[in-house]
């Protein structure tokens, strides 16, 4: 068996899941609001900017309520950051 043959073998489950997860998963496109929300958390927390746009997504997304969804991360700074605007994070 090939390496390029064992690659595509390796990704079918991760896909399955990826793809299970996705029928959950709420996306938020790039708005105002939402480039808006990422500048101010900048100002308030030591975030990368992707990082900012991602927790200003999820503000938009959960209407400025932060405790009716979780935040899944596994990074530090932007797990510390989400804590602190009311997020559960996963």
């Known amino acids: 068996m090939d390496r390029e043959h064992r ?5 079918i ?6 793809r299970r997860l996705a029928e959950d998963w709420l996306e938020v496109p790039p708005t105002r609001e ?3 929300r990422a ?5 308030l927390h030591p975030l990368r900017a992707a990082d900012a746009f991602q ?4 503000l938009t997304a959960a209407a400025d309520h932060p405790d009716v969804i979780d935040v899944v991360c ?5 797990s510390a950051a989400a804590r602190l605007e009311g997020f559960r994070v996963l």
């Open 55 to 58: 927790l200003g997504s999820a």
């Open 7 to 11: 690659l595509e073998e390796g990704l």
């Open 39 to 43: 500048t101010l958390l900048l100002r």
């Open 34 to 36: 939402v480039r808006q």
């Open 74 to 78: 596994s990074d530090d700074r932007l």
């Open 13 to 18: 489950r991760p896909m399955g899941q990826l």
